[in-house]
């Protein structure tokens, strides 16, 4: 079996998806390409995929509705690639468990570069780590507060694991979004940011106990510490 990561193209224009498979298999990557939702599913089903390049406007699906059914598939990060690219369809992809979001036009390298900060940053490590109660298992990106699994995305995975490495201090939304993101500027990221901790929050609440808090320091940042009715 190859080690190299097969990325699933969901875009119905066949010239450029005919261009980005070019890319992608130029640059060692196993590439499966699709024109519709349908059979965007269909290919998660059917086999391990390490990431999904999803466009937007697709002719059966929306591709922020198909980002939601992908992630009760399957954890492979999802890379959205779309004209549509003010801050609200920005903020409505990674809410719905988008991990990136790259606008059309694009360059090749560009693609590429955003591809490898992903499958980087998503790449399994054997190992665990506990802060409070909300114990993360980094090689299967499983986390647990107590017996309790949390369904965390990837995107919110590598938030809180950032966060939980670095509990020591106070992490500016800049240093997020470079080192969680994988790129130097999400526009006003700040909204971005807030509705990563919102999500994350939400599932943090009862009845799940109560082991962990993201503390937010107006104008400062963001830091991950264990919650006072933990102790």
């Not at 790449?123 to 507060?145: C, K, N, Q, W, Y």
């Not at 965390?152 to 106070?170: G, K, Q, S």
């Not at 962990?212 to 940042?221: D, L």
Request: proline letters at 6%.
């Amino acid at each position: 079996m190859s080690d190299a990561p097969l990325i699933l193209v969901v875009d119905d224009e066949e010239q450029l998806l005919s261009l980005t498979s070019y890319a992608l298999t130029s640059a060692g990557m196993r590439v499966e390409a699709v024109t519709t939702g349908a059979a965007a599913l269909a290919a998660i089903d059917d086999h391990p995929i390490d990431l999904v390049v999803l466009d937007v406007l697709l002719p059966d699906a929306n591709g922020v509705d198909l980002c939601r059914q992908i992630r009760r598939r399957s954890n492979a990060p999802v890379l959205f690639l779309t004209v549509r690219s003010d801050q609200a369809d920005v903020i409505a992809g990674l809410e719905a468990g988008g991990d990136d979001y790259l606008a059309k036009p694009f360059s090749v390298e560009e693609l590429l570069l955003r591809i490898n900060a992903i499958l980087r940053r998503s790449s399994p490590v054997d190992s665990e780590l506990t802060i409070g109660g909300l114990r993360f298992l980094l090689d299967s990106h499983d986390a647990f507060a107590g017996a309790e699994r949390i369904d965390f995305t990837p995107l919110e995975f590598r938030f809180l694991r950032y966060l939980a490495v670095n509990t020591d201090r106070i992490i500016s939304t800049t240093e997020l979004v470079e080192e969680v993101w994988g790129v130097s500027d999400l526009g006003a990221h700040d909204p971005i940011v807030k509705s990563v901790v919102y999500r994350i929050r939400q599932k943090l609440a009862p009845p799940i106990p109560p082991t962990v808090e993201i503390r937010n320091v107006r104008g400062v940042g963001y830091q991950l510490r264990p919650s006072i009715d933990s102790n």
